[in-house]
């Protein structure tokens, strides 16, 4: 799978949003409260998947894909990385992720 140059940094959480989310049983979204801006955002299901995965360690796009791998349909891989790097942008402007070319 091969991602354009514009994904070529590296995913990781925000410091301040480290504990910033609030979640509940049996729900399929959560809240992050960003107190670098004051707002509070609902995010899906991904969101809170990605702020796992990048607070256990900072991963590239590729593997971030490699890692959500088992609910990506065979075949669209393409259309998967597209929604994924959009997804990682709007966290991105929320507060809860932040890129970096390390």
Known sequence: MVLDSASA?????CDEARAGIRTWDGENSAVFYSAHSGDTHLIDALAVELHELLSARP???PQILLALAD?????????AAGELHAHLL???GFGLLRESLD
């Open 71 to 79: 609910v990506v349909e065979p075949g669209c891989e393409a259309e």
């Open 90 to 92: 709007r966290l991105k």
């Open 59 to 61: 991963m590239s796009e």
């Open 9 to 13: 940094g590296i995913w990781r959480v």
